[in-house]
């Protein structure tokens, strides 16, 4: 699993990582994307989700935060960002820090 990372997300968005090396699974929709992350979460270490896909996956994504790795990060898709993996972030960090530093109450 040594620094192996992958992507998960709809064809168009996903290809231009292919391009940089990284394994991508396509998923047309959140039953696929489900399957996919149980299939490859103990064999890559950062697996990157397009947000159209995270945002209804957020319930199951959670079982990730108990285990160090998989880390399974929000991108936005070819279709440009929600905001979700903004929200994400800013969450994380304020349960990490008790503080929001970057994004000051936006």
Do not use: W
């Not at 994307?33 to 209804?56: G, H, M, N, S």
């Not at 070819?78 to 979700?84: I, L, V």
Request: charged residues 30%; proline residues 5%; aromatic residues 8%.
């Amino acid at each position: 699993m040594e620094g192996k990372i992958a992507i998960v997300g709809d064809g168009d968005s996903i290809m231009v990582f292919r391009a940089a090396g990284v394994a991508t699974f396509p998923a047309e929709d959140e039953k696929k994307a489900r399957d996919v992350l149980r299939r490859i979460a103990k064999e890559y270490k950062v697996i990157f989700l397009t947000e159209e896909l995270a945002r209804p996956l957020g319930e199951f994504l959670k079982r990730f935060d108990e285990e160090p790795y998989p880390v399974v990060l929000s991108v936005p898709s070819k279709n440009g960002s929600t905001g979700y993996g903004t929200e994400l972030l800013k969450s994380a960090m304020e349960r990490a820090l008790g503080v929001d530093i970057l994004f000051h109450g936006n």
